[in-house]
């Protein structure tokens, strides 16, 4: 474990706030009878339990959408916000300024899906997806951009020179010789095993979090993991406690493999590190937004490597094209005119051999569409697509696969509050939008949501 110093100020008037997107916290007990997991089974076994719900309409079970309600105090229907990245502008309170205003200093590492309203942020890391501004140092912008061509370029394997001057810095102003040993490892694990990728980002977005805590000192500090979300939803099928309906192909990822274990063993040694500052005074919430279950059928995803060469070979002429999260971008136009002819021309698209829709979801926002890849099945060397006006013929030298779906949202949620937090768990289930609540008295403050 990495030994960082309490923040300062009151025991249990300082706040840590993990948020381990969509962990299922129902698979990680079943791993505990038979796996070292000392840091997960102290936490289940010491710390106040809350279960959260979300939405009831499936939809609207995003993590984009939940990690706003925990942010701030909102559910969907009273926030708004249905689109990753469109919570840079929104323009209600959130609980890193709320806190702010009332006299704390306040850092996050790539909060989902907000915005940075804070003054004087102790660090402000937006999430790769959100467009909004950084603090102002020079650290924080370069990791902004690093993360933001990494996570976008994922699916294409290439990383730019700047992004790995940025990665080199990162690893020396972050890890010690025991944290640079154990990403080695990791690394070194990583041939054909596309899920080690996201831990060791998970790894190095943990290490500059506890930099930042040690440099900066916060009153509050926000981290946001994403690899357990992905691991789950790409490889769900492997763990032997998922209890589901199919296996994966052994093309896809080898059958005595167990990514959920993997990604559940790497968590919990970051977990000590965060279980050493509830020890020493710091209140301490961790918290998943939703959880994850087994896929029900067969699904595969798609990313368009080359977003703006592929809307060039069907004729969209645009003013920026912005990639999102796997099968996600939009399209900003010049005027609603040219937004509307090219949603007509995006929904024509239908992959020849079976005639379904390449692009199902189509959100025309007046001179902006978001825009989702949803064709379900094996896009296959023969594959075309027609649309209005032409068609491509090379349809799978123009996308990466991604990934078989396994996992599925579900609206259960998992929330852990440290002894002494000054936070009281509910007995009963609470929207995920309650969270906002128990920050705000596990810093000593009112509970009440803003307006």
Partial sequence: MTRTPPLNGQPGRKLVFVELNELNFDLVRKYLPTQDLPNFLRL???FQPVETYAEAEYEQLEPWIQWVSAHSGKTYSEHGVFRLGDGANADFPQIFETLEHQGLRV???SPMNSRNALRKPAYFVPD???????DGSG???RLTAMLRQTVNDNSKGRITLGSMLALLETGLRTLGVGSQLTLLRLAARARGRQWIKALILDQLIHHVHLYQLKKQRPDASFVFF???A????HYFFNSPHAQAPSRNPAWYVAPDADPILEMIQVYDRMLGDYLEMADEGVSLIVATGLTQQPYNRVKYYYRIKDHASFMQRMGIVCEQVLPRMTRDFELLFTDETAASAAAGKLASARVVRDGRALFGEIDNRGASLFVTLTYPSEIQSSDAVTFDGGRIEDLLEQVAFVAIKNGMHSSKGFAFLSPGSGATAPREPVHVASLFGLTLQACGLAATPPG
Avoid: D, M
């Fill in 128 to 134: 790769p997806w959100t467009l909004t501004e950084s």
């Fill in 107 to 109: 850092g996050a590492i």
């Fill in 230 to 233: 992905h691991i789950q939803h």
């Fill in 226 to 228: 994403n690899a357990g």
């Fill in 44 to 46: 289940l076994a010491s």
């Fill in 139 to 141: 650290f924080s912008r």
